[in-house]
Nanobody, 121 residues
Framework: QVQLVESGGGLVQAGGSLRLSCAAS????????MAWFRQAPEKEREFVSA?????YYAPSVKGRFTISRDNAKNTVYLQMNSLNAEDTAIYYC?????????????????WGQGTQVTVSS
């Protein structure tokens, strides 16, 4: 069972930045595809970004967000710049024991508890 723990959320003004972290318990972390999803109030959970051998981004965040991973620390990061009110959501880290990185949440078996990001306008 893979455990994921997110951190780094908070309140930031529009135009500001945050960096989210997700620490994984899995020793074979480097063989997992990792992703970030987010869910705003009364909206469905949506794909944000993912990393395996390559990186992938939702159109709404491309050019503003950067995903990266440190396999030595079993950690994946999401650097978020130029934040706006539409980025306000709970951000979830997800893991999948495969190299493919689907954008469908149900294809990721492991999830963190989520971290709140609030952007004030």
């Amino acid at each position: 069972q893979v455990q994921l723990v997110e951190s780094g959320g908070g309140l930031v003004q529009a135009g500001g930045s945050l960096r989210l972290s997700c620490a994984a318990s899995e020793r074979t972390f480097n063989s997992y595809a990792m992703a970030w999803f987010r869910q705003a109030p009364e909206k469905e959970r949506e794909f944000v970004s993912a990393i395996s051998g390559s990186t992938y981004y939702a159109p709404s965040v491309k050019g503003r967000f950067t995903i990266s991973r440190d396999n030595a620390k079993n950690t994946v990061y999401l650097q978020m710049n130029s934040l706006n009110a539409e980025d306000t959501a709970i951000y979830y880290c997800a893991a999948r024991p495969a190299v493919t990185v689907p954008t469908t949440a149900t294809l990721y078996p492991y999830w963190g508890q989520g971290t709140q990001v609030t952007v004030s306008s």
